[in-house]
C-alpha cells in the first residue's frame, strides 16, 4: 500500500525589495489527503497567519483557515496561492474561494489579486499621528481586530501601517491584504502600505468597485507533511 503525503510549501508573501519579511503562509496544493474536517486543526499546528487548502488546481477552488477559524477571503493567502500555482506551471486567472471569485495577475516579479473590500474581515481602522506612533503599538493591549496606520507622505500615497487580529487566534499580522484593500477603499487612491517589520504592499482602486492589491512573494520551503 502506497501512503501519499501531503506536500507543503512554505511561502512569504508581500516581500520587500531585498526578499525580506513577508507574511508566512502555508499552501497545500493538492489536499486531496487531508479530510476537510482535519484541516482547522492542521492550520492550528502549522501556526501560520493563514494556511491554505487547494481542493483542485485547474479550477482554483481553496479554503483558507486561520489557527483559529476558517476565513472566506483573505489577501495574503490568494496572492500567495497565486504565485505558487504559477511557478508550478499550472497558473490560473481566478481563484475561486467562498466569499467568490478573485480575479490574479502578475506583472513583472509581482502577483496581484482583486477582490470587493466587503470581503475584508471586520477591522477598526485607527489612523495616528504619525509612522513614530503606529511603532509605538503593542499587541498585547488590543483586545479586537486593528489596523493602525499612518501616513508617511500623503502625497505619494504611502503608508506605514500594523495589523492585530486577535479574533482570528493571530495577535499581530505581519502583511495584511485584505485589510490594505479595504483602507485603498475608503481612501479612494493608489497606495504603498508598509507594514509590520518590513512588508510592501500595493493596492489600487479598480472601476468596478473592486480593489487590487499585490506584492512580491518568496518560497521559504517545501516539505512533506504527514497527514
Known amino acids: 500500500m502506497i501512503v501519499r503525503v501531503p506536500t507543503l510549501h512554505v511561502l512569504r508573501v508581500f516581500v520587500n525589495e531585498d526578499g ?38 485547474g479550477d482554483g477552488r481553496l479554503r483558507i483557515h486561520t489557527p483559529q477559524v476558517e476565513l472566506p477571503f483573505a489577501g495574503h493567502p490568494t496572492v500567495g496561492t497565486a504565485w505558487l500555482l504559477a511557478r508550478e506551471g499550472t497558473p490560473v486567472e481566478i481563484l475561486r474561494t467562498t466569499a467568490g471569485e478573485v480575479t490574479v495577475r502578475h506583472a513583472e516579479d509581482a502577483t496581484y489579486a482583486a477582490a470587493s473590500p466587503e470581503w475584508a474581515p471586520p477591522f477598526g ?29 500623503e502625497a505619494a500615497g504611502t503608508i506605514r501601517a500594523r495589523s492585530f487580529v486577535p479574533e482570528a ?18 481612501l479612494g487612491r493608489p497606495l504603498t502600505i508598509h507594514q509590520g517589520h518590513g512588508s510592501v504592499l500595493v493596492c489600487r482602486p479598480l472601476a468596478d468597485g473592486q480593489v487590487e492589491v499585490g506584492g512580491n512573494v518568496a518560497l521559504d520551503e517545501v516539505r512533506e507533511h504527514p497527514a
Open 125 to 153: 481602522y485607527t489612523q495616528l499621528a504619525s509612522p513614530a506612533t503606529v511603532r509605538t503599538l503593542s499587541a498585547s493591549m488590543q483586545t479586537a481586530n486593528t489596523y493602525a496606520w499612518a501616513w508617511i507622505d
Open 169 to 186: 487566534g493571530i495577535d499581530e499580522d505581519e502583511a495584511t491584504g485584505s485589510a490594505a484593500l479595504a483602507l485603498c477603499a475608503r
Open 20 to 57: 525580506e519579511w513577508g507574511n508566512p503562509l502555508g499552501v497545500f496544493l493538492d489536499c486531496g489527503q487531508i479530510p476537510a474536517d482535519e484541516r482547522q486543526s492542521v492550520a492550528a499546528e502549522l501556526g501560520f497567519s493563514e494556511t491554505v487548502f487547494v481542493d483542485d488546481r
